[in-house]
């Protein structure tokens, strides 16, 4: 047994000693003389194997089992009932030899590139992030020690990536002996069924049981995926039972992964979930004026009013922000070379076939929903996630209603908006709000609300 898994065993009994003492349904005098000198020999995630000194010490602890019980429960933080099993040294049974461990050559698993760009000096914090910032910052700081697993959820374009590579980039300079493997859920499929075929699954495992960061991202790409759910369940547990950090990055919550299986779904849970939103004016400002100075092009900066356009219409995520900020520098450097701050008109040149602005009601999506959102006290991301509650369901059929109604937006442009719709979904949306108001005088009167709220 590793020195690791002998520190984390006695840890782990000290807590459960620590808690039996502090409940006083046990003398302590019995447990300084009969407990303490005892031991974890085995902990797994169904059953717990304690080593006692005697026959006489065995038979007294169990008849308290089901406090020793409830006290692993406690202190591990366990979702489940655990069995607890007490045996004297010549009761174990003899040990084999043990089986070889496979050997690896660490080239054979390799992670995805970690950006060295991506930290959190560069990362602007808002409203819409300062939740997950503050839960991954913490994570790197101390990994393993805080929330484990970190689960970062939001839809695509917001920072996740981001905020992942900069928990690597941070442990990194902090500790550069930490191993750290990151992936995106899809390419660790990939590495698993190459090593089935290879014959070096079991290779792989013991390479990723050394890991002291796993960074996963995209994992909603992984239902459905059986095998891969059971290697990923067995790094999981052995990561998370020695204290080693996971960060995992989604477009939803645990809850709301079809395809995942209950067990990995209730790990997910068990730990720490935050989520990104779209970023506020605010934030969409702060982070275009840090794209500007770290931009090669050669201009002072961008006129305020050419800025809060930019802010106002692009803010859905930030590769949106990014997009419009270098079609504009672009465009300046065709039509404005004189290298001066850019002007509001070249701005609106720049971008007046990209911007999703109706022309009589200057109303764009994002107000749309922000206004939806508001008015139900929604999130603009819940509006623009795949949750299928009912509420927030009926609060994004009449958002997508209105884009249609008075931006006369294709339906292909609008399921864009709302986080990759196809068509049909657009359609079917614009037809039950269509239904609905015909037989609901309350719901009529909602969507006249909220009309009146963007007029």
Known sequence: MS????EYLKKTWNDVLGYL?????????????LYEPCSIYDFTDEKVIL????????????????????????????DHPIS????????????????????????????????????????????CNKESHAAALACSIKPGKFFNPLFIYGNSGLGKTHLLMAIANNVRRTDPTKKIYYTESLKFVETVVKAIYEGKIEAFKQFMYNIDLFLVDDIQFLAGKEKSHEVFFT????????????????????????GLEDRLISR?????SVGIDSPEFETSLAILQLKIRSSSYDFGDIEEEGLNYIASNFSGNVRDLEGALNRVLFYAIQFQPDGETIRFETVMNALKSQA??????????????NSVADYYGLTKQQITSKTRTKNVANARHIAIYLCRKILD????????????????????ACSKVENNMKTSETYRNAIEDIRKLLA
């Open 356 to 369: 999703v602005v109706s022309s009589s009601t200057g109303l764009s999506p994002r107000k749309i929903i």
């Open 268 to 272: 997910f849970s068990s730990g720490l």
């Open 3 to 6: 020195n690791g898994k002998n």
């Open 409 to 428: 937006l294709s339906y292909s442009k609008i399921g864009d908006e709302f986080g990759g719709l196809d068509h049909s979904t657009v359609i079917s």
């Open 51 to 78: 080593l006692v000194p005697n026959m006489i010490s065995k038979q007294i602890m169990m008849s308290e089992t089901d406090l020793i019980q409830a006290a692993f429960v406690e202190t591990q933080s366990l």
């Open 84 to 127: 607890v099993e007490m045996y004297t040294q010549n009761e174990l049974p003899k040990k084999t030899a043990a089986p070889s461990v496979p050997s690896y050559d660490i080239n054979e698993f390799p992670s995805m590139p970690i950006q060295a760009d991506k930290t959190f000096d560069n990362f602007i914090v808002g409203d």
């Open 235 to 258: 790094i999981y547990n052995e990561l998370v039972n020695n204290r080693k950090q996971i960060c995992i990055a989604c477009d939803r919550q645990p809850k709301e992964i079809s």
């Open 21 to 33: 003492r502090a409940g006083g349904n046990i003398e302590l005098e019995l447990i300084n003389s």
